[in-house]
Structures are given as structure tokens and as C-alpha cells.
């Protein structure tokens, strides 16, 4: 999750020369020159994702096609430049392709180049808005992303309980869509167990699309239970991400309370003296 | 937000004279004659949205047409000798057409107006509802207005929170909707990608209109992924904003406590003795 | 809410008569004869309201109508014998009559002798089914009115802001709703403003009927905000009510924890000194 | 809930032989061989019930069919004699027999010889997927088997405000639907009072699939009215919960942690010194 507020410092050039002052560019935020850099890709990042999805559009595609085709690549083309660049100018090439910016940098743009063998892969660029993440860094919205940090802390910390909450849900749903399946039968849509587990996912989650609903009493029967239990246990999964935002927002509050000289910084506000150390604070 | 509980006092006229006696009956609300004003008023507006509102059902409009326009243009004719008035009787009539009160007050006649050159426009006069908020004020409703402000607090507290959760759901429903339109393609009524999107919200958000629905098996699983994470991924902003009204109920509680000079500041609301150290508050 | 425990004790007849022996037969639910009076009672209810729901199955009724027309019959005289002995053996009349559950007995069966008038109006006998509400004080089941208690507290603890919250829902749907109909207009479907704020209201709460949805793309890019909207503010009930349940929970708890013989019995779990007398607990 | 975390060591043959052998492979998890045979297990039963699930897909059946049913019949005699085997080698028969997962045992057996008799019933089948819950066992996963028990009190704890509220649920449906069945009639779908009971429940749990729908304004009205009330009362269930998990959640954490002579109780649980007194733990 730091990666959210900065790219790895350590990877660096150590010695100046140009690539440091192209890292600098690229990869910081700092100077005037280098927030300008980032803005100017957030921006290209943003027309290039709606280039693609309007190209997706049959009227559009009809009257603009070939415009479109021009600026998907001339935004391919000027992200693999980026790549690259990003590439030579970073201390280890591997730590920076490996890692999550690297890999999203790299997606990014293959999507084009795989399109030239097989066509429609180009609507896979969308991927590029994964890019705007930097977004955070850039803005400096250091406050923004110690709140992230702190969703993900929460889910992070609730991932055991929702696991076992998603196990149950699919057992759940495999189990009350075959009940469906034999109520129901294939003359009322319910046309296959695999089917039938989709319906019950569509009305547990609450979402009731109506492309396939019950049509016998006892079938409605059990539907109305389905609908119910979903109703009521969409508690669990809020009462579980609920208790751990709260703690972590506590902790977070807690860690900024009480400060020891013996380096301990997690003593709760309302503490006397240290819990590690046991010296006066 | 106090602009929900009380109109700006230092615009009041400061010498006294017809203008004072007008401001006091207009945007006061301590006598019984501008009690009754207010009373009046919103009784007014409440109507005049009923209007606008039958004036839009065909077969009302087809029997009752002329009557509507009527009472739609004597409303307005009300409406904007108010918003005169009210302009001509504050000290600085500027700070009055800005605040957000005087906006809305000059949105809810501009749309009639307007209707003359741009037929239609008029149905925009429901805006006129937002002035019903005024309705606090009139009734005295210091408590509701207390309790709106908490709620306020909440969420703009939790507004950084929320800001991180939106913008992650709207990366997700970008990607998700072009992978459906990948895997289900035109003919099953996944036209484009922005109509794939405006399907990933619909189904994330677990509304589920059914007016597009995923017909092949993969789109289906996928659908079942969207479904599931809408239907787990709520628990987020409910987390985040019970957590906020939470700890705004506790300050609004804290601030009302009492404190002991013995440092036990923790004494109940209604305590008359310190619960630590017994000694008299 | 006492109601639910029990009918109000202060209306059995003074003087000891057969008056006084029906009055705890009938409202009683101590002796063996009287408990077994009101679970007889309670079945007669569940059978009577499912005969009415059977009445109405237009299958059913072709086959047995007959049966059911008696039955239906059978059961209103008996609650209308039960209802005159209950309006016979109470001290005053007027109370019980006046009271909720003597409201709910008399509604229990005029729907019946309406129907002789107006075909149709016997299936309003459902409302029977508030009767079963007594099964609480039958089956003692205390544990279960203290739980319904607290959750009827939280409620009315939180009613100040869910009227808010309330009347912000409806402000924002008669102004999303009109401005749909300005923008999708009778042609898609949304052909006045009252049906096109009934479309805000089953999108917001994430209803999603499907039976009118938006066609243009602008109507499209409204309804995604509107139902992330939804998805986003049903945190605001969620985060109040949750806020109340657990305060009425933790002071369920506290209330039980320090009495004082000053009568006051509401002292923290922690208090050393009662918080009215200062009396060491 | 402890039989989630491993099945009765009580059962264990007592003397020493090659039942006590025969046990320790097919109930224990602690040796490697134990381990395996239990992953073999959990493999056989989640291929066998995807071969239940695609046998229900005419496409499949008509081109695999003799291989499914070969495979059905092969993990049933599997099944069968594990079974069988499990029952020879406990202390006591009955003991196993009666428990929940030896029921779950049979019970994934049953369906198959069952269709030789009930065509259909092989779809039964999927209820192998309850056996997979003994992955928890397999994979020691603790801690998962820890937050299963907390989410598993929570409930429990919960259990009588959720009885309360889906009680007051169900009498809320009974008499919306039977309004709803007065005010739309038969001839707008609303067929029967079971059927529009169906409806309020499809429309309050905010599923909506939008099968059965409002035609007239009155209808709309009262609709609107469910789904908000459908909006908000969804945060009691979510509040009962959270409230719950809350409270399950201090107290797993309190039992942890650390109490000192001062009588301090409330020390965290990482706490060396009492962070009140200052005295070492």
C-alpha cells in the first residue's frame, strides 16, 4: 500500500547523471517540472481510457473510426516511450517490472500491440485507469491516502472473517439453487443447477434482475426465504468491516496519544505511565 | 449548515423603519404574524410543487390545463414579489442574493419565466421544494436542526473516506463492465462499454434492473463476482459513516458532561457528584 | 409497548364475580386454563388469516369456496363472542376499547359484516394477524419483549434523525425524478413527474424493478449517479440506528450494574460513589 | 460450532489395534498420511459435486452423459465405503451416527441410491458440499475456526432481536401485500393475497426482480412507501449485528488481556507495566 504514495526511493540511481535527473522527473512529485510531468500523464491516461470505451461505440466508431484508431496509438506509443524510459532510468530493472506500478505500466500498453493479432483486445486498455492510481501521489493527498491505508488496514484485518462469511454464502447458494432447480424445473427457467446457483446468487445479493424468477408456489416459497436470509445477513459482512474501521480508526487516533522516550508510541490516551517501560509519562 | 437554522441576523437594516418591520416579517420567525408568514409560505411552495407535478400527468393536464397554468404563474407572480421584497429589505442585498437561501429563492421563479422562450422548462420548478427547508426554522425544530447538523458532521467527516471508496468503485465498475463487454459481446445486449459500465453499476450497486442481463456461462460467473463484491463491498461506506456518526454522537454527548476537579472528567450528563472521587460537582 | 407484556392489570373488575373469573381467563395468562385459552386463541387466529389469504387464490376458492366462506364465518363470530366478553368483564370499557389491542380486536372483525356491504373488503381480516402479537405474553417469553423493547427504544431514540434523513430522500427524489423526466421524456417510459419520482424512489432504495429504465445516454449517466447515490446514503440509517442499538444495549447493561439506596440505580459500572447522593456504593 | 474444529477425540477406540489405526487415518489430521487422505477427501467431494452440477446441463449430458454417470456412482461407492469404514472403527456407533457430520456423511450418500427408485433426486447430491466444511479441520486453520466461532456467537447472541425483527417482517408483508392485492386486483398481476404477500417480501428486501409491478398510482404509492420502508429498516438487522460482533469482539480481546493488582483491568494485551500504577505485570 505505499506504493500508493510513492514508487520505491531506494530504486534510485545512486550516482548523478541523467538518469537521476530523469528518475527525478518520471518517479518524483517534488519539483514544479515533475508534478507538471505527472498532471500531463493523469490527463493523457483519463482521453486515452475514454478514446477506448468511445470506441466501443457503434455510431461513434462509424463517423470517427479512423480518429479513434489515431489516438489509441499515438497514446500507445507514447506510454511505451514512458516505459521505457521508466525502465532505464531506475537503479534495478526487475524491482520496478516487478512490482504493482511496473506491472500496470506494462499492461497498459500491450493490449495495442496484441490487438494487431487479435482484434477487440484493444478494449482491454481500459486496465490504463488503474495508471490514475498516481493520481494520490501527485496531488500530495497525503491525507487521502493515510485514509486508504486505513480501509485497507480494516479490510485487511476483517479478510479471515469475510472469507469464512463468503465460504458459508457459497455453500449457500449451491445448495438453495439446486433446491430450486428440482422445484422449479427447466419449463420455468430454471433450466440447470449451474443456472439455478446463478439465480440464487442474483436474489441472496439483492440484486433480482428478473431474467429468471419463480413461477410455482412452493418455488416462491423458498424464494421468499432466499430473499430474506439475504436481506438479513448483508449485516454480517457490515457488521465486521463496521467493528474493525472503527478500531482501526481508534488506533489510529490512540498511536498520535502517547509517546514514550523507550520508543514505545502505542501506550493508550488515557495511560500513565508507559505499558512497555513502566516510566512516568 | 446554521443557514438551515437561521437566516444571516447582521443583515438586518440596522436603523429601524419600515424596511426593519419588513425584514422581521419576512425572514423572522419569533412573532406570531411571522410565524404565520412562514406558515403560509410553505403551505405555498408545497402547492405550487403539487401543481407543477399534476401539470406533468397528460390526462390531469388534458382536463385541468388552463387551471394549472394559472395557479402555476400566480405562484410565480407570488413567488417573485417575495424574492423583491426580501431583496429590497436587507441591509446588503449582495450578501443576500448569494447566500444559498437567496439562490434557491431566485432559481424557484427564474424556470417559469424561462418557459416562454424554452417550453418544458418549467417542470424545473420542483426545485422550488429546497425551499421547504426553511421548514426547520419556522417550526423551531432546534432539536431536528441539531440532529441534521450531527448527521452533517458525519459525513463530512467521513467525506476523505468516502472520496477514496467512490473512486475505487468507479476503477472497478470501468474495468468490470469492459471485461463483460468483452465476454458477452453485442448481441447480448452488451452494446459498448459504456453501457457495459452503466450494467457493472447496476448490478454492483445491486439494483438490478434486468434490462441487460448476461446470457453465456463466463458472463454469468463474472456477474456472480460483481454481485458478491456489491453485495460485500457495502459494508465499506456503511463502516465508515456509522463509524463517524458514532464518535459525533459521543463528542455531542462528551461536551455536554461534567468535569471534577479530582481530573475525572467522565461524570454522566446528569451526574451532581463525581462518580470517582464522590466530591460535589 | 407495556402492551405487548401485558393487558393493562388496573382493568380487572374490583369486586370479586364471575366477572373477575372470565377477566383472567380471558385476560390472564397465569393459570394453566387461562395460557391454554390464548394459545387456542392464537391458532384460531393463524388458521383464520391463513383461510383469508386461501380465499383469495381464485383456484382454490373455485374448488372449496364453500368451506371457506364458512369457515371465515366460524371464526369472526367466535372473535366477535370473545371480543363482547372481553368489552363485558373489563372494569372500564372505554379503556380496553380505546386501547391498542382493544382497536386491533374490533378491526379483527368488522371486515367481515363490511363484506356484506362491500364484496371484497373480508380479506382486510389479515389485520387479524396483529393479534398473534399476544403470543409475547402467552409463551412469557420476557427475554423477547426486553429485546423488542430495546430495539423500539433505539428506534425512537433515533427518530429525530431518520426523520431527516427522511425528509432529504424525499427532497432528492422529487428533483432527481423530475429531472429524469426532462431528460428521458414520455417516449422512454417516464411519463409524468409522479412516476418518474416512483422511478427515483425503486432506483435510490436499489429496488430496481426494471419495468421503466432510462434509454438515452444522459438519463443512463444520471441513473448510475442516482443508484451510487443509493448505495452510498443507506450508510446514514445504518450508522443511526447501529449508534442507538448500542447505546441502549450498553446502558441495558450499566442500568443492572451499580445500585445505589438512594433509589438511583443508573451509576456507571465503574462508579466508586453514587453520581446523586455521593454515597460510597 | 467446536465439531467444525475437529470431530470427537472421545470416540477414539480405547484399545490399541488396527481400528485405533484405521481411526487416526480417517479421523486425525495430525500425521502426514492422515492429512493427505483428508485432502484426497475434500478433492473427491468438490469433483463430485461439479459432476452432480454439470450433469444437470442437457448440452453436457447429452454429450458426457454415460462418463457422468459412471463418475456419480464411482464417488458414491467411495463415499459409501468411507462411510462404512468410519462407522467400524469409533468407540461407539451411535455416537458418530448422530452427530452432524456422520448425518452429512449419510446424507451425501442417500440421494444416489435414491434415484434408482426417484429418478431426479441425484441432485440431492450437492449436499456433499457441506462435508468440505471439514477443510477447516485439514487445513488448521485456527484462526479461521476462531472468527467462524466469534461470527457463530454473534448470532447466537443476536438471536432473539433477529427473531423479533423478522417476526414484526413477516406481519409487515402479510398485511402490505394484502393492500396491495385490494388496491392493483387481479387484472395487474397482484392474482392473490400469497402472491402479493410474495410481492411486499420481493419488493421490501429490496430485490425487485420487477415480475410483478404497480400499475396504478395509488399502487405506485403504497410501493414507494414499502421500498423505503424496506430502505431503512434494513439498518436494524445490520445494527444488531454490528452491535454483537462488537461486543464478541472486546470481550475475545478483554479475555487476552492484562490485569493488574491495582485493580487496573484494563491493560493492553501487550502491556509489561500496569499503565495506571506503573507496577511490572
Given at each position: 500500500?505505499?506504493?500508493?504514495?510513492s514508487?520505491?526511493?531506494?530504486?534510485?540511481?545512486k550516482?548523478?547523471?541523467?538518469?537521476?535527473?530523469l528518475?527525478?522527473l518520471?518517479?518524483g512529485?517534488d519539483?514544479?517540472?515533475a508534478k507538471?510531468?505527472d498532471i500531463l500523464?493523469?490527463?493523457?491516461?483519463?482521453i486515452?481510457v475514454?478514446v477506448v470505451?468511445?470506441?466501443s461505440?457503434?455510431?461513434?466508431?462509424?463517423?470517427?473510426?479512423?480518429?479513434?484508431?489515431?489516438?489509441?496509438?499515438?497514446?500507445?506509443?507514447?506510454?511505451?516511450?514512458e516505459?521505457l524510459?521508466?525502465?532505464?532510468?531506475?537503479?534495478s530493472k526487475?524491482?520496478?517490472?516487478?512490482s504493482?506500478?511496473?506491472?500496470v505500466?506494462?499492461l497498459?500498453?500491450?493490449?495495442?500491440y496484441?490487438?494487431l493479432f487479435?482484434?477487440?483486445s484493444?478494449?482491454?486498455?481500459?486496465i490504463?485507469?488503474?495508471?490514475?492510481?498516481?493520481i494520490?501521489?501527485?496531488?500530495?493527498l497525503?491525507k487521502?491516502?493515510s485514509?486508504a491505508e486505513?480501509l485497507?488496514r480494516?479490510?485487511?484485518?476483517?479478510?479471515?472473517?469475510?472469507?469464512?462469511?463468503?465460504?458459508s454464502v457459497?455453500?449457500?447458494?449451491?445448495?438453495l439453487?439446486?433446491?430450486?432447480?428440482?422445484i422449479?424445473?427447466?419449463e420455468?427457467?430454471?433450466t440447470?443447477?449451474?443456472?439455478s446457483?446463478?439465480w440464487?446468487?442474483?436474489?441472496?445479493?439483492t440484486?433480482?434482475?428478473?431474467?429468471?424468477?419463480?413461477?410455482?408456489?412452493?418455488g416462491?416459497?423458498?424464494?421468499?426465504f432466499?430473499?430474506?436470509?439475504?436481506y438479513s445477513?448483508?449485516?454480517?459482512?457490515?457488521g465486521?468491516v463496521?467493528?474493525?474501521?472503527?478500531?482501526a480508526?481508534?488506533q489510529?487516533?490512540?498511536?498520535?496519544?502517547?509517546?514514550?522516550s523507550?520508543g514505545n508510541?502505542?501506550n493508550?490516551?488515557?495511560a500513565?505511565f508507559?505499558?512497555?517501560?513502566?516510566?512516568?509519562?
Amino acid at each position: 500500500m505505499p506504493a500508493l504514495n510513492s514508487d520505491n526511493p531506494k530504486n534510485r540511481p545512486k550516482t548523478e547523471s541523467w538518469k537521476t535527473q530523469l528518475y527525478d522527473l518520471i518517479f518524483g512529485s517534488d519539483t514544479p517540472t515533475a508534478k507538471n510531468f505527472d498532471i500531463l500523464l493523469i490527463v493523457s491516461i483519463l482521453i486515452s481510457v475514454i478514446v477506448v470505451m468511445l470506441d466501443s461505440v457503434a455510431s461513434i466508431k462509424a463517423d470517427h473510426g479512423q480518429l479513434l484508431y489515431n489516438l489509441e496509438w499515438f497514446f500507445t506509443i507514447i506510454f511505451t516511450v514512458e516505459y521505457l524510459l521508466r525502465l532505464i532510468c531506475v537503479e534495478s530493472k526487475a524491482k520496478y517490472a516487478g512490482s504493482i506500478f511496473g506491472i500496470v505500466d506494462l499492461l497498459a500498453i500491450i493490449p495495442s500491440y496484441l490487438s494487431l493479432f487479435l482484434p477487440g483486445s484493444q478494449f482491454l486498455l481500459v486496465i490504463r485507469i488503474l495508471r490514475v492510481l498516481r493520481i494520490f501521489r501527485v496531488l500530495k493527498l497525503v491525507k487521502y491516502v493515510s485514509e486508504a491505508e486505513l480501509l485497507l488496514r480494516a479490510l485487511r484485518a476483517s479478510k479471515q472473517k469475510i472469507t469464512v462469511f463468503l465460504f458459508s454464502v457459497l455453500t449457500l447458494v449451491v445448495i438453495l439453487g439446486s433446491l430450486m432447480y428440482l422445484i422449479e424445473g427447466e419449463e420455468n427457467g430454471f433450466t440447470s443447477i449451474p443456472r439455478s446457483v446463478y439465480w440464487a446468487i442474483v436474489t441472496l445479493t439483492t440484486v433480482g434482475f428478473g431474467d429468471i424468477v419463480p413461477q410455482t408456489a412452493l418455488g416462491r416459497t423458498l424464494a421468499s426465504f432466499v430473499m430474506i436470509l439475504g436481506y438479513s445477513i448483508i449485516a454480517v459482512p457490515t457488521g465486521i468491516v463496521t467493528t474493525e474501521i472503527q478500531s482501526a480508526t481508534r488506533q489510529m487516533r490512540t498511536r498520535r496519544s502517547r509517546h514514550c522516550s523507550c520508543g514505545n508510541s502505542e501506550n493508550d490516551g488515557d495511560a500513565l505511565f508507559c505499558k512497555i517501560c513502566g516510566k512516568e509519562l
